[in-house]
């Protein structure tokens, strides 16, 4: 089962290299991993799989891969 790592940077301050960070995964995880952008999302950055949801308000490295494994 994939993960798809969602962010929305129009409505909330999205640090530089957020949305590069982020692709990382792909990159690391090519066959799990996707990541779009998703306007109005009531969240900066929301993690999912399998029914599951993980929302952060700040880019964390290690809570995502985590999440992603």
């Given at each position: 089962p994939g993960v798809i790592i969602n962010y929305n940077c129009?409505?909330?301050e999205c640090e530089a290299g957020l949305i590069e960070n982020l692709e990382e995964f792909t990159v690391k995880y090519p066959e799990h991993v996707y990541v779009a952008p998703f306007p109005k999302m009531d969240a900066k950055i929301v993690l999912t799989k399998?029914?599951?949801q993980k929302i952060l308000e700040i880019y964390d490295e290690g809570i995502i891969d985590a999440f992603v494994k």
């Open positions: 129009n409505d909330f399998e029914g599951r």
